[in-house]
């Protein structure tokens, strides 16, 4: 089990940037797959991406590709989500989750057995 603390969500203007952080303690920090998802209101939780174990292939829903970068740093046990060109379409409560079984191409939520408890993203127009 891993727990996991998100941070770095705020309010920022469309055209602008944030880079969400999540920390994590418990299981060795490169046995696992990292992902981000995010919720918006009224809306399902949807896959934004991933990153893989030791060799760190990542994985990006089609709507981030090329403005979403994510990465982790193994020796602060941190993985991380840079948000560039952000538009009032972000705009959700973004999670970070460990998936111990799937590969980093799965973006089901369902393989992804511990998360964080989220943190608010907001991009005005």
């Known amino acids: 089990q891993v727990q996991l603390v998100e941070s770095g969500g705020g309010l920022v203007q469309a055209g602008g940037s944030l880079r969400l952080s999540c920390a994590a303690s418990g299981r060795t920090f490169g046995s696992y797959v990292m992902g981000w998802f995010r919720q918006a209101p009224g809306k399902e939780r949807e896959f934004v991406a991933a990153?893989?174990?030791?060799?760190?292939?990542?994985y990006y829903a089609t709507s981030v590709k090329g403005r979403f970068t994510i990465s982790r740093d193994s020796a602060k046990n941190t993985v991380y989500l840079q948000m560039n060109s952000l538009k009032p379409e972000d705009t959700a409560v973004y999670y970070c989750?460990?998936?111990?079984?799937?590969?980093?191409?799965?973006?089901?939520?369902?393989?992804?057995?511990?998360w964080g408890q989220g943190t608010q993203v907001t991009v005005s127009s």
């Open positions: 989750a460990a998936n111990y079984r799937a590969s980093v191409y799965s973006t089901s939520s369902d393989v992804y057995a511990d």
């Open positions: 990153i893989g174990r030791s060799d760190s292939s990542t």
